[in-house]
């Protein structure tokens, strides 16, 4: 488990490389297989069928997949376009590669800025574990806290200790996490499978829980806060993240429970104005007519849909939670001067 | 399909009687597996498994249970308890094999009152169907409906068109169903195995979703209705329901959708005052940790939890749709006044 991550860099000089080394997340929890990614169409592959996915993973990926370009001599504009049309709803995704392109055309000039967007991930997914931990203490005071989280967003998604997920880890870390309950995230199962297998190997204490029955427990007084990742943030708000994540949020309204995004001031995109602009990818109806293509559900044929992401209006956001600090409604201000800030530091 | 059926009495005289056969639900939509229980235990055994499931259903099944028990020789009584025990949270259950039991021993005599619980379930259905329709009309217009249903409450849980799927079935006959959206219904799928199974023979335009896409849909107005059946109505109208009812009933309150409860009105338990009296079914948490049984999902040994049911509060019901027509808040006297003319009925 010291071990996980979700991308590494295999430089040229290092065996096997230069590749981009992926744990593939659709093998976990039952085998930990690392898929070195030689070419860009392989890395394109894997981005695609979510051997790596989370947003902040996403971007790192992409980043050094426009160095593995340039290194076989593709243009860094090109990689990056056909990177970041792999998955429409993840803003880092585009961000990310596009940042490195925007470098130029030397590899190790590229390199350095991959690896500064993996360190400052890192060092992001810290600084948000801190802050919304502080958040959580001044909200409920020191009673043990029962958290509830959806989709994946640790060290698996985010290449550091991970947004949600790295506040759970962090009120962990200080003695108060009573438990994690892990919304299991239909379809693909991130929670059940990528979720568990994290807090299990830190020793979280935790239960998987099917996506419905969040509404009981709120309604049991069971979840002193809900927390949850984030695809991409529009300017005003509006947050699109993994299928259930607006349920969760008009829940958290409805029985009073804090409600809590937590993500890197890159998933905030200003071009955005609102939910309403966000594409919402639609995935293969397979996902939901099988559990991981391994078992069939429904029967042969039956029509699915599979909206894989859906947009909680920043009405229901109680607090946005990034590196620099906790964002309060109204968003419109506080997310421009944010992502502002960043844009000019970035040179963008 | 037109042999489709949940239980079905197997009489002394017949080839392989007498027996309660089931359409082994466990085994759809993969395998049609018809199961004869030719004893009472193999028929507590099928209960508790699921093998026959849905409030309605399980009443006929425990009826027919008595009967079964009473040919070779066993207290009426004895079998009730036994059965009514299988599954807590399930009134009807309890209600159809007392019921049956409260006549006496004779096994003929007893076998006229299963078969009467069996055909006022068929008429049942199809009066709610009906009323159910009529206020849709009445509420939606004549526009093309959308309606959205969670869990199984068709044939195979009513032995009869069904309670909340009988009601789209009716609408459909009407020509004016436009989708079903069927609810997966996570853990054990009622909703994609069966409800997709009956909504594709039956030629109904249906799509499977995730139970997390609900909100999503809600939101973009793409749901007119909110129809989902019960396993117990409290005297208050609190109802008992398939895990992930309640968060439905929320997210209708919030987007202004209708939500109703379709049942018959053996599923009103007076002798219940309220939500917080029903018991609610802790069921086997592998039922979270697998798809089925047959798929890992989470990490071998990761804790879960999974309430089978939840209990929605009488306040997010929009109206009850009973045989006897429809019930609006307050509901205390209202179902009071049913519940109570049925036990006159019924002499209990």
């Given at each position: 488990?010291?071990?996980?991550?979700?991308?590494?860099?295999?430089?040229?000089?290092?065996?096997?490389?230069?590749?981009?080394?992926?744990?593939?997340?659709?093998?976990?929890?039952?085998?930990?297989?690392?898929?070195?990614?030689?070419?860009?169409?392989?890395?394109?592959?894997?981005?695609?069928?979510?051997?790596?996915?989370?947003?902040?993973?996403?971007?790192?990926?992409?980043?050094?997949?426009?160095?593995?370009?340039?290194?076989?001599?593709?243009?860094?504009?090109?990689?990056?376009?056909?990177?970041?049309?792999?998955?429409?709803?993840?803003?880092?995704?585009?961000?990310?590669?596009?940042?490195?392109?925007?470098?130029?055309?030397?590899?190790?000039?590229?390199?350095?800025?991959?690896?500064?967007?993996?360190?400052?991930?890192?060092?992001?997914?810290?600084?948000?574990?801190?802050?919304?931990?502080?958040?959580?203490?001044?909200?409920?005071?020191?009673?043990?806290?029962?958290?509830?989280?959806?989709?994946?967003?640790?060290?698996?998604?985010?290449?550091g200790i991970g947004t949600a997920f790295g506040v759970a880890r962090t009120v962990f870390a200080d003695g108060r996490l009573a438990q994690l309950l892990v919304d299991e995230t239909r379809p693909l199962l991130q929670g059940a499978r990528l979720t568990a297998y994290e807090a299990g190997a830190l020793g979280m204490p935790h239960a998987v829980v099917a996506d419905s029955a969040a509404a009981s427990l709120m309604a049991a007084g069971e979840v002193d806060a809900v927390l949850v990742g984030a695809d991409r943030i529009a300017a005003n708000g509006d947050t699109a993240?993994?299928?259930?994540?607006?349920?969760?949020?008009?829940?958290?309204?409805?029985?009073?429970?804090?409600?809590?995004?937590?993500?890197?001031?890159?998933?905030?995109?200003?071009?955005?104005?609102?939910?309403?602009?966000?594409?919402?990818?639609?995935?293969?109806?397979?996902?939901?007519?099988?559990?991981?293509?391994?078992?069939?559900?429904?029967?042969?044929?039956?029509?699915?849909?599979?909206?894989?992401?859906?947009?909680?209006?920043?009405?229901?956001?109680?607090?946005?939670?990034?590196?620099?600090?906790?964002?309060?409604?109204?968003?419109?201000?506080?997310?421009?001067?944010?992502?502002?800030?960043?844009?000019?530091?970035?040179?963008?």
């Amino acid at each position: 488990m010291t071990d996980l991550f979700a991308v590494r860099w295999v430089g040229p000089a290092e065996r096997g490389g230069p590749a981009v080394a992926l744990l593939d997340q659709t093998a976990l929890p039952d085998r930990e297989e690392v898929r070195y990614c030689r070419d860009v169409d392989t890395l394109a592959e894997a981005i695609r069928s979510l051997r790596v996915r989370g947003a902040p993973a996403l971007g790192v990926a992409a980043a050094w997949g426009v160095v593995l370009g340039a290194l076989a001599g593709t243009s860094p504009r090109a990689v990056a376009d056909l990177l970041a049309s792999q998955r429409p709803t993840a803003v880092n995704l585009a961000w990310a590669c596009h940042r490195v392109a925007a470098i130029g055309e030397d590899p190790e000039a590229l390199a350095a800025e991959a690896r500064r967007i993996e360190e400052d991930n890192a060092e992001a997914c810290h600084a948000m574990g801190r802050h919304g931990a502080d958040l959580l203490a001044a909200t409920l005071g020191d009673r043990p806290q029962r958290l509830l989280t959806h989709c994946n967003t640790g060290m698996l998604a985010c290449q550091g200790i991970g947004t949600a997920f790295g506040v759970a880890r962090t009120v962990f870390a200080d003695g108060r996490l009573a438990q994690l309950l892990v919304d299991e995230t239909r379809p693909l199962l991130q929670g059940a499978r990528l979720t568990a297998y994290e807090a299990g190997a830190l020793g979280m204490p935790h239960a998987v829980v099917a996506d419905s029955a969040a509404a009981s427990l709120m309604a049991a007084g069971e979840v002193d806060a809900v927390l949850v990742g984030a695809d991409r943030i529009a300017a005003n708000g509006d947050t699109a993240n993994k299928i259930g994540t607006l349920g969760l949020a008009v829940l958290a309204q409805h029985y009073r429970v804090p409600f809590l995004v937590v993500a890197p001031v890159s998933t905030i995109d200003l071009d955005t104005p609102g939910g309403g602009d966000i594409e919402i990818e639609e995935r293969d109806p397979d996902e939901v007519r099988t559990a991981l293509g391994l078992v069939r559900l429904a029967p042969e044929g039956s029509p699915a849909r599979n909206p894989a992401f859906d947009v909680t209006p920043a009405a229901l956001v109680g607090a946005i939670v990034t590196e620099r600090g906790v964002v309060d409604a109204p968003y419109t201000g506080a997310l421009s001067r944010l992502a502002g800030a960043q844009a000019v530091a970035a040179g963008n």
